[in-house]
């Protein structure tokens, strides 16, 4: 279920759509990371990074665009009336430091991991999108402060980090538009024109 068929006006989906963009992907950089970390011969781990390298980029921006998407919708629904949070797989659950694994994986992986691999199998530097890291920073906080959003029920319940702007009533509308857009067209990289409204 996805904002391209929900509707309620009590109600509203604690996931707007991302979920399915961002599974078919292979964004799981921790996952092809440690698939790579397995290979035993140096050539062979040479060959496959230098094939590798083009989807960890690929998979970094995927990942960080989902990660800004649940900031946009944080924000957006933060700000309207006080409404149930639906579908919400978080809820209920325990909240623990295994929480931040991925998240700290992957702002590990950007500031350091990648650009050493880069530079020993391929002779070539990586910096890091200063964007990125603040999103994934900025999203840590939003996790944090939420508790892995194990007790999130209502709207109202949500925390948002101080680091995030608070957007006029016209940018709302705008950052539900592009959420729309990139839940109808599948592509979460979309998001990032909207990140300015709340950076």
Avoid at 56 to 66: G, R, S
Avoid at 102 to 114: A, M, R, W, Y
Wanted: glycine residues 6%; negative net charge; contains cysteine.
């Amino acid at each position: 279920m996805s904002i391209l068929d929900f509707k309620s006006d009590e109600e509203i989906l604690f996931d707007p759509g991302y979920s399915a963009s961002v599974a078919r992907v292979s964004g799981n950089v921790e996952y092809m990371y440690s698939a790579f970390s397995a290979i035993p011969s140096l050539k062979q781990k040479k060959f496959q990074f230098s094939i590798l390298y083009q989807k960890f980029l690929k998979a970094i921006e995927l990942n960080v665009a989902f990660y800004l998407g649940c900031l946009l919708w944080g924000v957006y629904i933060k700000s309207g009336k006080d409404k149930k949070i639906v579908n919400n797989p978080c809820f209920g659950e325990t909240f623990d430091n295994e929480a931040f694994l991925e998240i700290d994986f992957l702002i590990n992986f950007i500031k350091t991991g990648l650009n050493r691999d880069a530079k020993y199998y391929l002779n070539k530097t990586f910096t890091p999108n200063p964007l990125h890291l603040q999103i994934l920073e900025l999203y840590k906080e939003f996790l944090s402060l939420n508790k892995g959003f194990v007790e999130i029920e209502t709207t109202s319940d949500i925390k948002l980090p101080k680091g995030l702007k608070t957007p006029s009533y016209e940018e709302l509308n705008g950052i539900y538009d592009i959420i729309f857009k990139a839940v109808k067209e599948d592509d979460v990289t979309i998001l990032y024109v909207a990140a300015e409204k709340i950076l």
